[in-house]
């Protein structure tokens, strides 16, 4: 079947809301490292890796290995049963994760993970209301919604009413309409304010991206997470990493959080820890796991299969020191978005991220003081950049931020092609 025919099957039997990237979606069939293919034949270099799933590459023959050997003993039994796969991930998590964090619970995507955490920090505390941030995204289900920051991704009215949201530590647009460092972070000090307004005074935890994913990678300045993790502490919360897309060395360190010298009390991690396969977890204390006392199951979370698979790839990462990779890597990439960035002055708002999580955000001219976001802009160079055979992300609140986020293993020569075609496609677009 060729793209226009499995599009249009995709059209006509699947939910109107599950969208596609491109005015002619692709459809994919095949891919090998950093390479994927589609169903007419076209081969596309991947700098999104499945929304940050694909961590050591598309089809990687040890993971594969992992899972083959997995599913030919046993594919599934549920938490029900201890498995070997399942208890050597937690052990694995527990080594990695940092500080007094030791005890895990499974499950099958991050949506679930976030929603665990809560559960967790509502349990251990006592305390009913947690503080999420504005422009943050945690998944579909109705209290991932609610945590959720952002009015195209909330699909009913109807949300859970403990939680507040703080302000967003977005520099760029700040909603302060202040300038870092001269403002103090006052974005961070302001949830003080927020929890003596807004709750009973009391809060069961705060729980934030290190960087906003769908927000479009948006990157708090090295202080925030200090400051609101002392505030939530001092107001009887926890402090939850959400780790879904920073995991994993995807920042240049294991967790993004280590990026900013803060040990929270739980996190979450999903996406990029099985290369693909669906898994969830949630690691936190063993004082926060013994605050749970009714009983809990998870039919897929800790599947055997998708712990082989983690096992795999967190092993393939450590060996071959992939966080220190994405550093480099993400440097030359860096380096790369800046200097397009002064290129093409007007279009080109701001470059931000970590690592091997890096973005653009599109404006209208931001020469003229004018940072009116272009999300018209951002799907032409999405179309221009698909022409060229490169695929990346896009996100924001606006939809004019473009999200790049190669495999871990990616290697210079496949980055600066990288940059080369961001060039020829803004060209194409300002000519």
Not at 330 to 343: A, M, N, S, V
Request: glycine letters at 8%; proline letters at 5%.
């Amino acid at each position: 079947m060729t793209n226009r025919q499995i599009s249009e099957k995709h059209k006509k039997h699947l939910f109107p809301a599950v969208k596609n990237y491109y005015e002619q979606p692709i459809a994919l069939t095949d891919g090998k490292g950093s390479t994927v293919r589609d169903a007419d034949g076209n081969e596309y270099l991947d700098f999104f890796g499945g929304i940050l799933t694909v961590s050591v590459g598309h089809a990687n023959e040890e993971v594969n290995q992992a899972v083959v050997a997995q599913v030919n003993r046993l594919s599934h039994v549920s938490t029900l049963y201890p498995t070997l796969p399942m208890v050597e991930l937690a052990e694995k998590l527990a080594q990695l994760t940092p500080g007094k964090l030791d005890k895990c619970f499974f499950t099958a995507s991050g949506t679930e993970a976030d929603e665990a955490a809560v559960m967790m920090a509502q349990t251990y505390t006592g305390n009913p209301e947690l503080i999420a941030l504005r422009h943050g995204y945690s998944g579909r289900s109705l209290l991932a919604q609610s945590l959720t920051a952002h009015a195209s991704w909330r699909a009913v009215p109807t949300q859970v009413p403990s939680i507040k949201h703080a302000l967003s530590p977005y520099c760029y647009r700040c909603p302060l309409k202040l300038r870092y460092p001269s403002c103090g972070v006052q974005c961070a000090n302001d949830v003080e304010e927020l929890i003596q307004t807004t709750t009973i005074g009391k809060v069961a935890g705060m729980l934030v991206e290190p960087i906003q994913g769908v927000g479009g990678f948006i990157t708090p300045p090295k202080e925030y997470f200090a400051i609101v993790a002392d505030i939530v502490r001092k107001h009887g919360g926890v402090f939850i990493s959400d780790e879904v897309q920073t995991g994993f060395g995807r920042t240049g360190k294991t967790w993004g959080i280590e990026q900013y010298d803060v040990e929270p009390d739980m996190m979450t991690m999903a996406k990029g820890i099985a290369n693909g396969l669906p898994l969830g977890a949630l690691v936190t204390t063993t004082d926060i796991a013994a605050s749970l006392t009714k009983n809990t199951i998870s039919t897929f979370g800790g599947n055997p299969v998708s712990c082989a698979a983690a096992n795999a790839t967190i092993d393939i990462i450590r060996r071959d020191k992939l966080a220190d990779n994405a550093q480099h890597m993400g440097e030359i990439l860096r380096d790369g978005l800046q200097t397009l960035q002064r290129k093409y002055p007007d279009i080109v708002g701001d470059v931000r991220g970590m690592g091997l999580i890096q973005a653009i955000e599109f404006v209208v001219d931001e020469t003229a003081q004018n940072r009116t976001p272009n999300p018209e802009l951002t799907s032409q160079f999405m179309e221009e950049t698909k022409k060229r055979r490169l695929l990346v992300g896009r996100g924001g609140l606006h939809a004019n931020a473009i999200r790049i986020a190669p495999a871990l293993n990616i290697s210079e020569d496949a980055v600066r092609e990288a940059i080369r075609v961001f060039d020829e496609s803004l060209a194409a677009i300002v000519k």
